[in-house]
T-cell receptor, first 112, second 114 residues
Framework: SQKIEQNSEALNIQEGKTATLTCNYT??????LQWYRQDPGRGPVFLLL?????KEKRKERLKVTFDTTLKQSLFHITASQPADSATYLC???????????FGRGTSLIVHP | EADIYQTPRYLVIGTGKKITLECSQT?????MYWYQQDPGMELHLIHY???????EKGDLSSESTVSRIRTEHFPLTLESARPSHTSQYLC?????????????FGPGTRLTVT
Protein backbone atom coordinates (compact mmCIF):
# COMPACT_ATOMS: atom_id res chain seq x y z
CA SER A 1 0.00 0.00 0.00
CA GLN A 2 1.07 3.61 -0.48
CA LYS A 3 2.97 5.02 2.43
CA ILE A 4 4.45 8.40 3.35
CA GLU A 5 6.95 8.37 6.18
CA GLN A 6 8.10 11.32 8.20
CA ASN A 7 10.13 11.02 11.35
CA SER A 8 7.73 10.81 14.26
CA GLU A 9 10.39 11.94 16.73
CA ALA A 10 10.73 15.67 17.20
CA LEU A 11 13.83 17.33 15.80
CA ASN A 12 15.53 19.57 18.35
CA ILE A 13 18.17 22.03 17.10
CA GLN A 14 19.88 25.19 18.25
CA GLU A 15 19.02 28.57 16.82
CA GLY A 16 21.14 29.45 13.81
CA LYS A 17 21.69 25.85 12.71
CA THR A 18 20.21 24.21 9.62
CA ALA A 19 17.22 21.96 10.20
CA THR A 20 16.78 19.03 7.82
CA LEU A 21 13.52 17.10 7.70
CA THR A 22 12.94 13.92 5.70
CA CYS A 23 9.97 12.62 3.77
CA ASN A 24 10.17 9.08 2.38
CA TYR A 25 7.52 7.35 0.36
CA THR A 26 6.81 3.86 -0.95
CA UNK A 27 4.51 2.43 -3.60
CA UNK A 28 3.97 5.90 -4.96
CA UNK A 29 4.89 7.80 -8.11
CA UNK A 30 4.15 11.40 -7.18
CA UNK A 31 4.13 14.06 -9.83
CA UNK A 32 4.24 16.81 -7.24
CA LEU A 33 5.46 17.12 -3.69
CA GLN A 34 4.55 19.92 -1.30
CA TRP A 35 5.68 20.98 2.15
CA TYR A 36 3.38 22.67 4.65
CA ARG A 37 3.84 24.13 8.10
CA GLN A 38 1.27 23.48 10.83
CA ASP A 39 1.11 25.23 14.17
CA PRO A 40 -0.85 23.69 17.10
CA GLY A 41 -4.59 24.07 16.66
CA ARG A 42 -4.25 25.70 13.23
CA GLY A 43 -4.62 24.61 9.64
CA PRO A 44 -1.51 23.86 7.55
CA VAL A 45 0.17 26.69 5.64
CA PHE A 46 1.76 26.04 2.24
CA LEU A 47 5.51 26.54 1.95
CA LEU A 48 6.91 25.02 -1.24
CA LEU A 49 5.93 22.84 -4.19
CA UNK A 50 8.37 20.80 -6.28
CA UNK A 51 7.64 18.81 -9.43
CA UNK A 52 8.99 15.34 -10.22
CA UNK A 53 11.31 16.70 -12.91
CA UNK A 54 12.84 19.26 -10.51
CA LYS A 55 15.70 18.34 -8.22
CA GLU A 56 15.69 21.37 -5.95
CA LYS A 57 13.60 24.41 -5.07
CA ARG A 58 14.48 27.37 -2.87
CA LYS A 59 12.53 30.12 -1.20
CA GLU A 60 14.31 32.49 1.16
CA ARG A 61 15.72 30.28 3.99
CA LEU A 62 13.91 27.18 2.74
CA LYS A 63 15.21 24.52 0.37
CA VAL A 64 13.49 21.37 -0.85
CA THR A 65 15.08 18.49 -2.75
CA PHE A 66 13.20 15.71 -4.51
CA ASP A 67 14.89 12.43 -5.42
CA THR A 68 12.47 10.14 -7.26
CA THR A 69 15.07 7.36 -7.39
CA LEU A 70 15.52 7.32 -3.62
CA LYS A 71 11.82 8.14 -3.19
CA GLN A 72 12.74 10.88 -0.79
CA SER A 73 12.40 14.60 -0.24
CA LEU A 74 14.55 16.65 2.11
CA PHE A 75 13.37 19.96 3.55
CA HIS A 76 15.99 22.36 4.87
CA ILE A 77 15.60 25.50 6.94
CA THR A 78 18.84 27.46 7.16
CA ALA A 79 19.66 29.88 9.98
CA SER A 80 16.76 28.45 11.98
CA GLN A 81 14.90 30.61 14.50
CA PRO A 82 12.65 29.75 17.45
CA ALA A 83 9.74 31.06 15.34
CA ASP A 84 10.38 28.16 12.94
CA SER A 85 9.23 25.74 15.64
CA ALA A 86 6.19 23.91 14.24
CA THR A 87 5.16 20.64 12.63
CA TYR A 88 6.16 20.26 8.98
CA LEU A 89 4.05 18.09 6.69
CA CYS A 90 4.95 16.71 3.31
CA UNK A 91 2.20 15.99 0.82
CA UNK A 92 2.37 13.98 -2.39
CA UNK A 93 0.11 14.28 -5.41
CA UNK A 94 -0.01 11.75 -8.21
CA UNK A 95 -1.79 11.56 -11.53
CA UNK A 96 -5.52 11.13 -11.58
CA UNK A 97 -7.14 13.39 -9.04
CA UNK A 98 -3.84 15.09 -8.09
CA UNK A 99 -5.26 15.63 -4.62
CA UNK A 100 -2.37 15.69 -2.12
CA UNK A 101 -1.95 12.88 0.39
CA PHE A 102 -0.36 14.11 3.60
CA GLY A 103 2.26 12.56 5.85
CA ARG A 104 2.00 12.64 9.60
CA GLY A 105 4.52 15.46 9.92
CA THR A 106 7.68 16.03 11.93
CA SER A 107 7.81 18.42 14.84
CA LEU A 108 10.72 20.89 14.77
CA ILE A 109 11.80 22.63 17.96
CA VAL A 110 14.38 25.40 17.64
CA HIS A 111 16.01 26.31 20.93
CA PRO A 112 17.27 29.88 21.57
CA GLU B 1 -3.54 35.05 6.01
CA ALA B 2 -5.81 32.90 3.80
CA ASP B 3 -9.38 34.07 3.18
CA ILE B 4 -11.02 30.84 4.24
CA TYR B 5 -13.23 30.66 7.28
CA GLN B 6 -14.63 27.89 9.41
CA THR B 7 -17.32 28.04 12.06
CA PRO B 8 -17.64 27.07 14.78
CA ARG B 9 -14.02 26.81 15.92
CA TYR B 10 -14.97 24.53 18.81
CA LEU B 11 -18.07 22.43 19.29
CA VAL B 12 -19.11 20.04 22.03
CA ILE B 13 -22.33 18.17 21.41
CA GLY B 14 -24.14 15.07 22.57
CA THR B 15 -24.48 11.79 20.73
CA GLY B 16 -27.22 11.66 18.14
CA LYS B 17 -27.30 15.37 17.36
CA LYS B 18 -27.24 16.69 13.81
CA ILE B 19 -24.49 19.22 13.14
CA THR B 20 -23.25 21.30 10.24
CA LEU B 21 -19.71 22.60 10.04
CA GLU B 22 -19.45 25.72 7.94
CA CYS B 23 -16.66 26.58 5.50
CA SER B 24 -16.47 29.67 3.31
CA GLN B 25 -13.77 31.13 1.10
CA THR B 26 -13.61 34.49 -0.64
CA UNK B 27 -10.86 33.66 -3.13
CA UNK B 28 -13.14 32.33 -5.86
CA UNK B 29 -11.49 28.90 -5.79
CA UNK B 30 -13.28 26.11 -7.62
CA UNK B 31 -11.70 23.27 -5.65
CA MET B 32 -12.59 22.71 -2.00
CA TYR B 33 -11.79 19.90 0.44
CA TRP B 34 -12.64 18.55 3.87
CA TYR B 35 -10.00 16.76 5.92
CA GLN B 36 -10.15 15.03 9.29
CA GLN B 37 -7.10 15.12 11.53
CA ASP B 38 -6.51 13.53 14.92
CA PRO B 39 -3.66 14.85 17.12
CA GLY B 40 -0.25 13.89 15.75
CA MET B 41 -1.77 12.09 12.80
CA GLU B 42 -2.14 12.59 9.07
CA LEU B 43 -4.82 14.63 7.42
CA HIS B 44 -7.37 12.28 5.90
CA LEU B 45 -9.44 13.46 2.94
CA ILE B 46 -13.15 12.89 3.56
CA HIS B 47 -14.81 14.96 0.82
CA TYR B 48 -13.86 17.20 -2.07
CA UNK B 49 -15.48 19.33 -4.74
CA UNK B 50 -14.28 20.62 -8.09
CA UNK B 51 -17.02 23.22 -8.39
CA UNK B 52 -20.69 23.98 -7.92
CA UNK B 53 -22.86 20.85 -7.80
CA UNK B 54 -19.75 18.63 -7.77
CA UNK B 55 -18.98 16.55 -4.66
CA GLU B 56 -16.94 13.39 -4.21
CA LYS B 57 -16.06 11.15 -1.28
CA GLY B 58 -12.44 11.00 -0.24
CA ASP B 59 -10.20 8.19 0.90
CA LEU B 60 -11.48 8.02 4.45
CA SER B 61 -14.88 6.51 4.92
CA SER B 62 -17.08 9.07 6.57
CA GLU B 63 -20.69 9.23 7.67
CA SER B 64 -20.80 12.90 6.81
CA THR B 65 -22.26 14.57 3.72
CA VAL B 66 -21.38 17.78 1.90
CA SER B 67 -23.01 20.15 -0.54
CA ARG B 68 -21.69 22.77 -2.97
CA ILE B 69 -24.48 25.06 -4.05
CA ARG B 70 -22.31 28.17 -4.18
CA THR B 71 -18.65 28.47 -5.14
CA GLU B 72 -17.69 30.07 -1.86
CA HIS B 73 -19.54 27.73 0.50
CA PHE B 74 -18.83 24.04 1.30
CA PRO B 75 -20.66 22.89 4.46
CA LEU B 76 -20.21 19.46 6.02
CA THR B 77 -23.10 17.77 7.82
CA LEU B 78 -23.21 14.92 10.31
CA GLU B 79 -26.78 13.60 10.57
CA SER B 80 -26.20 11.81 13.86
CA ALA B 81 -23.00 12.56 15.72
CA ARG B 82 -21.16 9.78 17.57
CA PRO B 83 -18.12 9.82 19.90
CA SER B 84 -16.07 8.31 17.04
CA HIS B 85 -16.61 11.59 15.15
CA THR B 86 -14.56 13.47 17.74
CA SER B 87 -11.72 15.03 15.77
CA GLN B 88 -10.38 18.17 14.12
CA TYR B 89 -12.05 19.03 10.80
CA LEU B 90 -10.11 21.15 8.34
CA CYS B 91 -11.51 22.82 5.23
CA UNK B 92 -9.25 23.85 2.35
CA UNK B 93 -9.50 25.36 -1.11
CA UNK B 94 -7.25 25.67 -4.14
CA UNK B 95 -7.24 27.22 -7.57
CA UNK B 96 -7.96 25.29 -10.73
CA UNK B 97 -5.68 25.61 -13.74
CA UNK B 98 -2.65 23.55 -12.80
CA UNK B 99 -3.02 19.92 -11.75
CA UNK B 100 -1.68 20.78 -8.33
CA UNK B 101 -1.82 24.13 -6.60
CA UNK B 102 -1.21 25.10 -3.02
CA UNK B 103 -4.08 24.44 -0.68
CA UNK B 104 -5.31 27.22 1.59
CA PHE B 105 -6.59 25.88 4.90
CA GLY B 106 -9.09 27.27 7.31
CA PRO B 107 -8.39 27.35 11.08
CA GLY B 108 -10.33 24.13 11.66
CA THR B 109 -13.26 23.04 13.81
CA ARG B 110 -12.48 20.92 16.85
CA LEU B 111 -15.47 18.67 17.41
CA THR B 112 -16.10 16.72 20.60
CA VAL B 113 -19.04 14.34 20.77
CA THR B 114 -19.96 13.21 24.27
Amino acid sequence: SQKIEQNSEALNIQEGKTATLTCNYTNYSPAYLQWYRQDPGRGPVFLLLIRENEKEKRKERLKVTFDTTLKQSLFHITASQPADSATYLCALAAGGSYIPTFGRGTSLIVHP
Amino acid sequence: EADIYQTPRYLVIGTGKKITLECSQTMGHDKMYWYQQDPGMELHLIHYSYGVNSTEKGDLSSESTVSRIRTEHFPLTLESARPSHTSQYLCASSESGSPVNEQYFGPGTRLTVT
